[in-house]
């Protein structure tokens, strides 16, 4: 039973990552992904320690992350990447401050195998969910990357739609860690974007082949675990990783 | 405002980033006129306009007809050649459905077969590009046209096909145009209005009162042939 909720739980969070992915690799924000993955390592920390829904921990410290970041960025006027950095190594500190030993491999590359009916549920939901509020907001925010100017002039309201992208980001981040954990979560939502890249001709093949990338990747990785009885996130990712060296020799001209 | 007027400007000036781009400007554009700007670079042609789509912040008084439905065609715009977006999809972000793809994509000289609208867009030539950023602004039926140097990078026959499709798109359903060009000779011909700018209005009127010699060397500043 365990096996079956872990792979649902992956087949709908490797999917959401790898939409996502799609969006941020487009938007050259590939490595925020990785960033807030270990900013929500104190979030993680205490979730292991109190025993409740790791995404429950990552979420509400994320979203501290993320205002903090914003907050720095009206006063100071420094590049958004310098102070991302800042926040994450401080998160990073932190949680190792009271992080315990025989915690910090399921912080670091998740853990699957455990998740039970109702986190699969919840999961899955919230997969669901953000996957609707993206594809309605996918379109809106390519034209803004393409030329705010003319998303404006087509009543695009950008600041809104960002901010939605930006929650999404926090959420699709928070989800993942259950499943390959804060250091490896970014690899879930830039690896099936970037494969998807080299196999489509069109927007479409692009956003959707990376949904079904991510979530291949998660069910080779699981039943890999299942064979070979090592950790599931690190095969997760190296799932992906091979799926795009396979797809180098698709690059479409 | 009276009914055929379409944008009222008042006493309008535009600073951008401490620097003065537009000073006290006032003009009105009727509906169903073609205004053209002209102006040496630097003259706040492109600030204008981007400012009249409220892209800029401003003092003074921008006023449109209510409910106005803007097509823009902006100076500068490029797509990543990497990026997976077919011409379909583009012209999908304004939910327009096929038969109006290939409508927009006629008044452009472009004919809209499978493979074309399957094409990645970002591999287009600069022309052709330029050409589907025109169509696209046309596509849903704007009431204004705000066009920034629209030909830049498209070749001489194209431009004077697609001019001949403005106007005739034009005749038939009577937008506002306001255009910013450099190209006197094809444009000014049918236009009503010239607006002639640098930073202040220096000319504004029909266009045969205002494209005289001595007039383009006070705009231009040097020698120049109409």
């Known amino acids: ?84 950095g800042i926040v994450f190594t401080a998160s990073v500190a932190i949680a190792f401050l009271f992080l315990p030993e025989n915690k910090v491999s399921v912080a670091l590359i998740g853990d699957i195998s455990q998740v039970g009916f109702w986190n699969t549920l919840i999961s899955v939901m919230l997969c669901i969910l953000t996957f609707l509020v993206l594809r309605k907001i996918f379109s809106k925010i390519i034209l803004a990357n393409l030329s705010e100017n003319l998303a404006k002039v087509e009543h695009i309201k950008v600041e809104k739609y960002n901010f939605i992208y930006l929650a999404c980001i926090a959420l699709v981040v928070a989800l993942g860690i259950k499943v390959t954990g804060s250091l490896l979560m970014g690899a879930l939502v830039i690896t099936p974007a970037a494969a998807a890249r080299n196999f489509a001709r069109n927007l479409s093949q692009y956003s959707y082949g990376a949904l079904l990338i991510g979530s291949f990747s998660c069910v080779l990785g699981i039943l890999a ?4 009885a090592l950790p599931a996130g690190p095969l997760i990712i190296l799932a992906a990783s091979l799926i795009f060296l396979i797809s180098l020799g698709f690059k479409s001209k | ?132 950023i025109i169509a696209w602004a046309l596509a849903d039926n704007p009431d204004v046209l705000l066009l920034d140097e629209p030909m830049l990078g498209i070749d001489i026959r194209g431009r004077v096909t697609i001019y001949d499709h403005l106007v005739k798109l034009w005749q038939e359903q009577g937008q506002t145009i306001i255009l910013v060009s450099h190209e006197i000779r094809e444009v000014v011909k049918k236009a009503d209005k010239v607006l002639a700018l640098n930073k202040r209005k220096l000319f504004f009127g029909s266009p045969r009162k205002i494209i005289t010699f001595q007039n383009l060397v006070k705009i231009y500043g040097g020698e120049i042939s109409i």
């Open chain 1, 225 to 228: 675990f299942k064979v070979f």
């Open chain 1, 1 to 84: 039973m365990n096996l079956l909720y872990s792979l649902i739980t992956g087949i709908f969070i490797g999917g959401i990552a790898g939409y996502l992915g799609s969006l941020m690799v487009t938007k050259r924000m590939a490595l925020v992904g990785d960033a807030l993955g270990h900013v929500a390592l104190p979030g993680v920390a205490l979730a292991l320690i109190y025993g409740f829904n790791v995404t429950l921990g990552a979420l509400p410290v994320l979203i501290l992350g993320i205002i903090l970041i914003w907050l720095f960025e009206m006063r100071t006027k420094l590049p958004m990447e310098a102070l991302t």
């Open chain 2, 1 to 132: 405002m009276n009914k055929s007027l379409i944008l009222k400007v008042k006493n309008l000036n535009v600073e951008l980033g401490k620097e003065k781009i537009i000073e006290d400007l006032n003009f009105e554009v009727q509906k169903g006129e073609i205004l053209i700007i002209l102006g040496p670079n630097g003259a706040g042609k492109s600030v204008l306009l981007r400012t009249l789509l409220g892209l800029h912040p401003f003092q003074g008084q921008i006023q449109w007809k209510k409910n106005i439905h803007i097509g823009y065609v902006p100076e500068e715009f490029t797509i990543p050649s990497g990026l997976p977006l077919s011409v379909k999809e583009f012209f999908q972000f304004k939910n327009i459905d096929l038969p109006e793809i290939s409508r927009a994509l006629q008044w452009v000289e472009i004919k809209s077969s499978p493979g074309f609208l399957e094409k990645r867009i970002g591999t287009l030539s600069t022309g052709q590009l330029r050409r589907i």
